[in-house]
Nanobody, 123 residues
Framework: QVQLAESGGGLVQAGGSLRLSCAAS????????PGWFRQAPGKEREFVAS????????AYADSVKGRFTISRDIPKNTVYLQMNQLTPEDTAIYYC????????????????WGQGTQVTVSS
């Protein structure tokens, strides 16, 4: 029933920016907590960002704090990830997810996943 679809990925030079979008089925973010994860080649899926409270407090991985910003537009059923000062280490498939625990950094807490969008950062 819950469907998520990421968009906005692409190829960008180091130091550049991208804005990812996650479009969800109606009501998803009224009922579930949104988060972003990424998976680089040969690596495990890792936490990037999430909402940590119903009031909009956010949580970030140390590797992206200060560069990435998660935001939401609940009436539009959309969550965003603004990524600035990108480096080649940010290259990965980025996944939008919806779960049940605010601020969780564990993939297990997220029950619904998008198909991912590729972000490639060149040096």
């Amino acid at each position: 029933q819950v469907q998520l679809a990421e968009s906005g990925g692409g190829l960008v030079q180091a130091g550049g920016s991208l804005r990812l979008s996650c479009a969800a089925s109606e009501g998803t973010f009224n009922n579930y907590v949104p988060g972003w994860f990424r998976q680089a080649p040969g690596k495990e899926r890792e936490f990037v960002a999430s909402f940590a409270s119903s009031g909009g407090r956010t949580a970030y991985a140390d590797s992206v704090k200060g560069r990435f910003t998660i935001s939401r537009d609940i009436p539009k059923n959309t969550v965003y990830l603004q990524m600035n000062q990108l480096t080649p280490e940010d290259t990965a498939i980025y996944y939008c997810a919806a779960g049940t625990v605010y601020g969780s950094r564990r993939p297990y807490s997220y029950h619904y996943w998008g198909q991912g969008t590729q972000v490639t950062v060149s040096s």
